[in-house]
């Protein structure tokens, strides 16, 4: 399967832990967003990296979120200090570059942050 | 900014209903649109796209229609089927540049038989 994964499917903390989630892209896809989603909601931006360079941050990721895409493959994203508001699906997706906008973002399953 | 509005579900419908699900944009400039949908245990993927006025993107039977004017995009189907049971969400991203999409809220669309 050539899609994107993400690890872990699910994590359980408790408030105050720190916790890590990867994401592994479609191997040519130089474009890698993170998009958080609670219920009953659509998907929210939170950063987007061109190869290793993290072009955009949104207003959500807070002081205590951290992404990286080292040498421009996989990509991490960290939560230290959990609250129980970071509880959500964190979602990870890439795309080819470009310079006309084809939209496609082609989305990993997800990993689900339980924060108790 | 940009924001997408969308009807709130959920949408039950009979298999071989008609389904529209309704969804206005605001945004600067010239945007494309999409709808992208997310079946059960599955994640999110592009349904259809249309990236200028009066483009019809369609897939899968589905379609929805740029309008300008109106700043809408419905999605039609003139016939569903159990399996297109789903949450749909409208999107819009700019045309040029990365693709930073704004997705509506979703709407969860149960066909039963």
């Known amino acids: 399967d050539t899609g994107v994964s993400q690890d872990p499917r699910h994590k359980i903390t408790k408030r105050g832990q720190n916790v890590t989630f990867r994401c592994d892209p479609i191997?040519?896809?130089?474009?890698l967003y993170w998009y958080r989603q609670t219920l009953g909601q659509g998907p929210e931006f939170l950063t987007y990296?061109?190869?290793?360079?993290?072009?955009?941050k949104s207003r959500l990721l807070s002081d205590r979120f951290s992404a990286e895409r080292p040498k421009g493959s996989f990509s991490t994203l960290e939560i230290q200090r959990t609250e129980q508001g970071d509880s959500a699906m964190y979602l990870c997706?890439?795309?080819?570059?470009?310079?006309?906008?084809?939209?496609?973002?082609?989305f990993g399953e997800g990993s689900r942050l339980t924060v108790l | 900014g940009n924001s997408v509005t969308q009807m709130e579900g959920p949408v039950t419908l009979s298999e071989e209903a008609f389904l529209t699900i309704n969804c206005t944009y605001t945004?600067?400039?010239?945007?494309?649109l999409f709808w992208y949908v997310q079946y059960p245990g599955e994640g999110l993927q592009l349904l259809l796209k249309?990236?200028?006025?009066?483009d019809k993107g369609s897939n899968k039977g589905f379609e929805a229609t740029y309008r300008k004017e109106t700043t809408s995009f419905h999605l039609e189907k003139g016939s569903v089927q159990v399996s297109d049971s789903a949450v749909y969400f409208c999107?819009?991203?700019?045309?040029?540049?990365?693709?930073?999409?704004?997705f509506g809220i979703g709407t969860k669309l149960q066909v039963i038989p």
């Open positions: 997706a890439s795309s080819s570059g470009g310079t006309v906008n084809t939209g496609e973002l082609f």
């Open positions: 191997s040519e896809h130089n474009r």
């Open positions: 990296f061109q190869n290793e360079a993290q072009l955009e």
């Open positions: 945004a600067t400039g010239y945007p494309s």
């Open positions: 249309a990236t200028k006025a009066d």
């Open positions: 999107a819009l991203s700019k045309r040029q540049g990365y693709q930073k999409v704004t």
